[in-house]
């Protein structure tokens, strides 16, 4: 009985052992790349000046360096969620590899990166915003239009995230009825 419940496992694994290892690549490579990202992008002040001046209508250059500070304190607590999602998947990922594809510690772990990925989404929002308006703070009222925004992109990730919540509860709940089955033969 064993080998009847390996073999179909041991295919799979080899189906999909190349995507997952590229798969880890990604997840760790992505959030090294944007870490190194977000310091470029916030250590060169004139860019920072340029894209919000082009992006809001809005001068920042009088902007302190606390300002700066702050926003880049901002985007690494965002960050610590997107390494959260990354380590979750690389978990998930390392079980499939070992063989567990169809395990409840599988699915708890996917469940999680779903979640990580689903709070980084929708706090990513109001970050944006918020951003704008911690560097211009130093501005009159008056001056600011910023109303906030949305990317096109948000909705897909949103979906995406969902999505791998939705799969994280199928793969449990097919886990359990495996478990389930494996006790009664």
Do not use: N
Not at 26 to 40: D, E, K, N, R, S
Not at 88 to 99: C, H, Q
Not at 131 to 146: F, G, R, T, W
Request: proline share 3%; with cysteine.
């Amino acid at each position: 009985m064993t080998d009847e419940i390996t073999t179909p496992h041991a295919a799979l694994r080899g189906r999909i052992g190349w995507l997952c290892r590229v798969l880890q690549a990604l997840v760790v490579g992505w959030p090294i790349w944007i870490l190194y990202i977000i310091f470029a992008y916030w250590g060169d002040r004139a860019f920072v000046v340029k894209k919000i001046r082009e992006m809001f209508d809005i001068d920042v250059s009088g902007a302190a360096q606390f300002q700066i500070t702050e926003t880049v304190s901002m985007q690494l607590v965002l960050w610590t969620v997107l390494a959260a999602m990354c380590f979750s998947l690389w978990r998930v990922l390392s079980l499939y590899l070992r063989g567990d594809i169809f395990s409840i510690d599988a699915a708890l772990w996917l469940r999680r990166a779903g979640l990580f990925g689903l709070v980084a989404t929708i706090a990513d929002l109001p970050s944006r915003s918020l951003i704008v308006l911690i560097m211009a703070q130093h501005l009159p009222e008056s001056a600011m239009k910023h109303r906030g925004y949305i990317s096109s992109d948000d909705p897909l990730h949103l979906m995406i995230a969902l999505i791998v919540i939705a799969f994280a509860h199928i793969q449990k709940s097919a886990a359990e009825i495996a478990a389930d089955h494996a006790q009664i033969v």
